[in-house]
């Protein structure tokens, strides 16, 4: 079963992506998977959503090195390519890019990860708070073309209050 959202969330998808389901694709513990066919030398293009309570004092840079030592234990030369606190006071948020290497399917594959932290205060009490995590991986050589369509969806991203 996938994992939920701490806030639920709604977004588009740009045009050739396509929601899958997280478990069939190996990924349990996100709560929204999306694919862009076709594959770059067997590996398919995808972005995840997951995201937790974090009521915790831990900055987005301490989240996002969290996120760093984990991918450090299942894949090869991990190195932060780029990190930018963006966003502002009412709504931070990070941008950080990642290069590894990693075995998928059987073979050892050159990747590259962006990945979006956003903060979301809840507006009676500051010191709870959600952080989402997006998420695109793709091929190294395939990175810049797909990151334009990462961006329009994180555009697109936004709280589902459940009104039309």
């Known amino acids: 079963m996938a994992a939920t959202l701490p806030v639920p969330m709604e977004g588009r998808l740009p045009e050739g992506w396509h929601p899958a389901s997280p478990g069939q694709v190996g990924a349990p513990d996100v709560a929204f998977v999306a694919l862009r066919p076709p594959p770059d030398a067997g590996f398919t293009s995808n972005i995840t959503v997951d ?23 299942v894949a090869d030369s991990v190195t932060v390519d780029e ?24 073979v050892r594959r050159d990747l590259a990860q962006t990945q979006i932290y956003l903060a979301m205060l809840d507006i009676d009490n500051p010191s709870e708070r959600a952080v989402i995590r997006l998420t695109l991986t793709t091929t190294t050589t395939q990175h810049s073309s797909v990151l334009g369509d990462f961006q329009q969806f994180i555009r697109s991203v936004r709280p589902d209050t459940g009104m039309v």
């Open 83 to 106: 990190r930018h606190e963006v966003g502002s006071a009412d709504a931070p948020a990070l941008t950080q890019v990642l290069s590894f290497s990693a075995v998928t399917d059987g």
């Open 51 to 73: 995201g937790e309570y974090r009521p915790d004092g831990a900055t987005l840079a301490e989240i996002a090195d969290e996120s760093v030592r984990s991918m450090c234990e």
